[in-house]
């Protein structure tokens, strides 16, 4: 099985799908640690359906459907990040509404779309041996980026994550680095389009911080369990789907919920706090 | 003459079509410590976060000697710090109680710079002040409320800041570990050099060194002045209107709920 491998490494499409499987797999679960820890799963969600259903729009309209996938989620990032800094309002429903609403434009879209649904069907499920040198170089591009506000605001990140309010109390500039990364996550989204596809991708924005989750109490290893379980399940997915021939974003997906699965069956973590709780103390009392 | 280094001119916070504070007129001088009391719904929480900048207002609102919103540069929110009533935190979340307690420096640091061996040391000197530096390598979600509320002092401190701002920084603590905190918020106002604004409802949970009170019903200013005087039976009967009585032991005014 490893000649194998090795063999189809050879070919030109197979490397050029494992360097997507690589990249795609760091961008979604670098973009997972703050799902996760921010508890913002339905923003995810909601990001991905606007990409989706802004890339079927933009099939209908001749436009590069990366372009107009990215031009959506903008927009809903406009209207999500405001809603999110009010109190008032329970941004569930609202998201509920948003997200049901995108999906209505992604299905008209699909039955108004005369052409073949083959390419619409694909941005749904994603597709990681059929793609372009373009699609590779954005989503290369927008990977670095996010990598890079990883690594250069890493502190600021931290405090963030921590508590939006105490951080923006302390004077770090909580709201730029909240905006950013909801604009990160419209690019993310939008570029993994053509890979794991608008639907399948939210698996990939919520597995690998739960993965990390599971594992570790240092922010630091936390970014790297998950960006590593997002590398290892894009990459293993590809295996399977190459040997099985079966579609690629499914046997991502799977894969990525069984790394998810053993970690929570070998989490450390679970571990620990079930044995404070047999063990009760003073202390715990008064939490 | 102490400065006054926090003065509000009328100021009114108005959400949708609720009046949350009308019209509050108030000075702060350098060194105060002042307790911002008043039933449920009377203002004490959006009043403080009117002064750290969390939320939008009408009026004037002087901070250091100068006009200020709710938007507020780096410097400014520095001096400000803030201690919220309850540190919600996951309890896998993936912070150690050192780690969160130097957040508290992160503003002052700066961008692209990193937090060093100054920051921790410093840290880790807090911590020990407020007795929880044997749990600087445990995870924070992993605290219990009263050490989690002395990690979030610790991390306030760190900040340097010239006003600090406790909201209801004892509720939902046990009676022991709520007098241990408030003992521990009165070492800090003994030894930093601070301002501070203290909102609570329970007046039998006060600090020994809160000298002042403002009180607020209805979202309007509805006394200012000495703690002493603010403790009476009367002025706490009309303000929570609810039959009150205090009584005096030891030196010390009670406050009895009849």
Same mark, same amino acid.
């Given at each position: ?67 107009? =996938? ?10 999500l ?27 008209l =879209? ?15 499920w ?21 990598? =890079? ?56 924005l ?14 630091? @290893?936390?970014?790297?369990i ?10 293993? =997915? ?12 499914? @046997? ?15 989490s450390?973590?679970r ?17 | 003459?102490?400065?006054?280094i ?36 009377? &203002?004490k ?6 002064i750290?900048?969390f ?11 100068k ?39 992160? &503003? ?31 995870p924070? &979600? ?23 701002l ?19 918020i ?56 609810y ?7 030891? &030196? ?7």
């Amino acid at each position: 099985m490893v000649e194998q491998i090795l063999e189809a490494l050879t070919y030109p499409p197979i490397q050029r799908a494992v360097l997507a499987c690589i990249l795609c797999g760091a961008s979604c679960a670098l973009l997972s640690v703050f799902v996760v820890l921010m508890r913002m799963p339905l923003i995810g969600v909601s990001m991905s359906h606007a990409a989706f259903a802004g890339a079927v729009v933009g099939m209908l309209l001749d436009v590069n459907p990366f372009l107009s =996938g990215f031009i959506l989620c903008l927009l809903t990032a406009a209207v999500l990040g405001p809603l999110s800094d009010r109190t008032d309002i329970a941004p569930e429903n609202l998201l509920g509404i948003l997200l049901s609403f995108l999906m209505g434009i992604a299905f008209l =879209g699909m039955g108004i779309l005369t052409k073949t649904k083959a390419g619409a069907l694909n941005l749904m499920w994603g597709s990681l041996l059929t793609l372009s040198g373009g699609d590779l170089a954005v989503l290369a591009i927008v990977t670095g980026i996010l990598a =890079g506000f990883v690594i250069l605001f890493f502190k600021e990140i931290r405090a963030v994550l921590f508590n939006r309010r105490l951080a923006a109390s302390g004077g770090v500039p909580e709201r730029l680095i909240y905006y950013a990364l909801l604009f990160l996550t419209g690019a993310v989204v939008s570029s993994n389009l053509a890979t794991v596809g608008g639907l399948l991708i939210f698996a990939l924005l919520v597995q690998p911080g739960a993965t990390a989750m599971q594992l570790t109490y240092n922010l630091k @290893s936390f970014f790297c369990i998950s960006t590593a379980s997002g590398i290892l399940a894009c990459v293993l =997915g590809l295996v399977v789907s190459y040997f099985f021939d079966i579609p690629s974003g499914a @046997s991502v997906i799977l894969v990525s919920t069984l790394l998810f699965t053993l970690a929570f069956v070998f989490s450390p973590k679970r571990r620990t706090t079930t044995l404070k709780k047999r063990k009760p103390s003073y202390e715990n009392e008064s939490r | 003459m102490m400065q006054d280094i926090l003065t509000l001119n009328h100021v009114t916070v108005r959400k949708q079509k609720s009046l949350l504070l009308s019209g509050i007129d108030l000075c702060v001088a350098q060194n105060d410590f002042v307790g911002v009391i008043g039933p449920n719904g009377a &203002g004490k929480t959006t009043l403080l976060n009117v002064i750290g900048g969390f939320e939008k207002f009408t009026g004037d609102l002087f901070l250091f000697g100068k006009t200020e919103t709710w938007r507020r540069s780096r410097r400014t929110r520095l001096r400000v710090g803030y201690v919220p009533q309850h540190l919600q935190i996951d309890p896998g979340f993936p912070i150690l109680a050192v780690e969160a307690v130097i957040t508290g420096a992160i &503003g002052r640091v700066g961008l692209f710079r990193k937090t060093g061996k100054p920051e921790r040391k410093e840290a880790l000197r807090l911590m020990d002040m407020m007795r929880v530096a044997h749990l600087a390598d445990r995870p924070l &979600g992993q605290l219990s409320g009263g050490e989690k509320q002395k990690v979030s002092l610790a991390r306030a401190i760190l900040q340097k800041p010239d006003i600090l701002l406790l909201d209801e920084p004892t509720a939902n603590l046990d009676i022991a570990v709520q007098k241990e905190v408030l003992n521990l918020i009165d070492e800090i106002s003994e030894r930093e050099d601070l301002t501070i604004l203290y909102v609570t409802h329970d007046f039998n949970m006060l600090p020994s060194r809160m000298g002042r009170a403002v009180m607020l019903k209805d979202s309007v200013k509805y006394f200012d002045g000495g703690i002493r005087e603010a403790l009476t039976g009367d002025m706490l009967s009309r303000l929570f209107e609810y039959p009150l009585e205090t009584f005096e032991r030891n &030196g010390r005014r009670f406050v009895s709920y009849g």
